[in-house]
Every structure is written in C-alpha cells, then in structure tokens.
Nanobody, 115 residues
Framework: VQLQASGGGLVQPGGSLRLSCLYS????????VAWFRQAPGKGRESVSN????????RYLGSVKARMTISRDNAKNTMYLQMNNLKPEDTGVYSC?????????WGQGTQVTVSS
C-alpha cells in the first residue's frame, strides 16, 4: 500500500502548483491524511491536514490563505492547491495518514520555488 505524491516542479515566486496524493489501498475514506514537506537541511513538517470526509482542514500558519487541501474519496486522492508560492515553500512534499502513519514514507515530489 502506498501514498504516492506527484505534481511538483520548478516554479517562479508567485506561481502555482497542484499536488496530488494517490492512495493505492482500500478504505482511503477511513483515514485523515496530511501533506508534509521537508526543506533542504531541515526536518519534516506538517503543512496541512484533512479529516476523513473532507469537512475539516488545518494549515500551517505560513501557508494559510495560500494553500488549499482537498480530497476525492471516490478517486482515493488528496490534493494540495498551492498559490502565491514563495522560495521558503521549497522542499520535498509527501503525504501520509494521521495521527498514525499508514504507509512507509515515499519519495515525495520536489517543489522548487526560484526565479
């Protein structure tokens, strides 16, 4: 079972990206899930999370109002719409269940914000 993140890339400051996280197992709708990121030389931090049915979300303060988390349980997929990206958003973005991890950490998807 995996949670595979995709959609990263190189973008200029102020640009946008939409990340996707696809769950390969069953019962995706039973899990609360979250986006995490790890900047170069830093530890992994939680960026945003969403409950199992998608009606409750939380955000890291520095990304609130710029990023929107959502999920489509019929597609076993979670999304992160990232707008007005800043250089400090650079990092490897990955996804997992919360509060307890449900999969091993994958490779994630690289987001680089640079001019």
């Amino acid at each position: 079972v995996q949670l595979q993140a995709s959609g990263g890339g190189l973008v200029q400051p102020g640009g946008s990206l939409r990340l996707s996280c696809l769950y390969s197992g069953r019962s995706f709708s039973a899990y609360a899930v979250a986006w995490f990121r790890q900047a170069p030389g830093k530890g992994r931090e939680s960026v945003s999370n969403i409950n199992s049915n998608g009606d409750s979300t939380r955000y890291l303060g520095s990304v609130k109002a710029r990023m929107t988390i959502s999920r489509d349980n019929a597609k076993n997929t979670m999304y992160l719409q990232m707008n007005n990206l800043k250089p400090e958003d650079t990092g490897v973005y990955s996804c997992n269940c919360i509060p307890a991890l449900c999969v091993l950490w994958g490779q994630g998807t690289q987001v680089t914000v640079s001019s």
